[in-house]
C-alpha cells in the first residue's frame, strides 16, 4: 500500500479532478465499453501514482501528453488482453484449429516480456525510471528531460547505460 503525505495527495487529487474525464474519453475511444473505460482510467492513476514526483503540474501541456500516453497504453493493453481473452474462448469452441506452435510462442513470448520487466525493476531506480518512461509510456528522450528535468543529451546517455545494465542483468539471470 502507498501512502503520500499531504503535499503528494493533494497533487495526487488534482490531477485526478482535472484529468479523470479526459482520461476516461481516451479510454472509452479505444475500448468502446464504460465500465471497462472508468477501470483503465483507474489503473492508468495508479501507474501515474508510482512516478507523481516526477510530474510537474506548473507545465500543464506536458502533464496532459504524459496522461495521454498513460492511459492511451493502458487502454490498449486492456483491449489487447480482453482481445486475447476473447480468443481463448473461441479457441475453446473449436478445439480443432489450435496451431499449439503459435500458443507455444505466445507463452514464450509472455515468459521473456515477464522476464524483461522483472530484470528492468532488478535496476538502479534511476535507470529503470527512464526505460519505463522511454519504451513502456513511449516518451521521447526530450519528453523524459522535462519531465525528470534533465537533458536530452543526459536522458540519452542514461537510456545507453540503462540497456547495458539491462543487457547484464538478463546475462546474470541465464546463469
Given at each position: 500500500?502507498?501512502?503520500?503525505?499531504?503535499?503528494?495527495?493533494?497533487?495526487f487529487?488534482?490531477?485526478?479532478?482535472?484529468?479523470?474525464?479526459?482520461?476516461?474519453?481516451?479510454?472509452?475511444?479505444?475500448?468502446?465499453?464504460?465500465?471497462?473505460?472508468?477501470?483503465?482510467?483507474?489503473?492508468s492513476?495508479?501507474k501515474?501514482?508510482?512516478?507523481?514526483?516526477?510530474?510537474?503540474?506548473?507545465?500543464?501541456?506536458?502533464?496532459?501528453?504524459?496522461?495521454?500516453?498513460?492511459?492511451?497504453?493502458?487502454?490498449?493493453?486492456?483491449?489487447?488482453?480482453?482481445?486475447?481473452?476473447?480468443?481463448?474462448?473461441?479457441?475453446?469452441k473449436?478445439?480443432?484449429?489450435?496451431?499449439?506452435?503459435?500458443?507455444?510462442?505466445?507463452i514464450i513470448?509472455?515468459?521473456?516480456?515477464?522476464?524483461?520487466?522483472?530484470?528492468?525493476?532488478?535496476?538502479?531506480?534511476?535507470?529503470?525510471?527512464?526505460?519505463?518512461?522511454?519504451?513502456?509510456?513511449?516518451?521521447?528522450?526530450?519528453?523524459?528531460?522535462?519531465?525528470?528535468?534533465?537533458?536530452?543529451?543526459?536522458?540519452?546517455?542514461?537510456?545507453?547505460?540503462a540497456?547495458?545494465?539491462?543487457?547484464?542483468?538478463?546475462?546474470?539471470?541465464?546463469?
Open positions: 500500500m502507498m501512502l503520500f503525505n499531504t503535499e503528494k495527495r493533494a497533487k487529487k488534482n490531477l485526478y479532478e482535472t484529468y479523470r474525464d479526459y482520461m476516461y474519453w481516451i479510454s472509452y475511444d479505444i475500448i468502446k465499453n464504460e465500465q471497462d473505460a472508468e477501470d483503465c482510467v483507474h489503473n492513476f495508479i501515474v501514482s508510482k512516478i507523481l514526483d516526477k510530474l510537474d503540474l506548473q507545465k500543464p501541456d506536458g502533464t496532459k501528453m504524459f496522461l495521454t500516453i498513460i492511459a492511451r497504453n493502458t487502454a490498449i493493453d486492456f483491449y489487447r488482453k480482453k482481445k486475447k481473452m476473447q480468443d481463448w474462448e473461441e479457441i475453446d473449436v478445439e480443432d484449429i489450435i496451431d499449439w506452435k503459435q500458443v507455444e510462442e505466445n513470448d509472455q515468459y521473456n516480456y515477464q522476464r524483461l520487466i522483472k530484470a528492468i525493476d532488478n535496476l538502479p531506480e534511476k535507470f529503470s525510471d527512464v526505460l519505463r518512461l522511454r519504451y513502456i509510456f513511449e516518451l521521447s528522450a526530450k519528453q523524459i528531460a522535462v519531465q525528470l528535468s534533465s537533458s536530452e543529451t543526459s536522458v540519452y546517455s542514461r537510456i545507453c547505460r540497456k547495458q545494465l539491462l543487457l547484464e542483468e538478463l546475462e546474470k539471470e541465464k546463469d
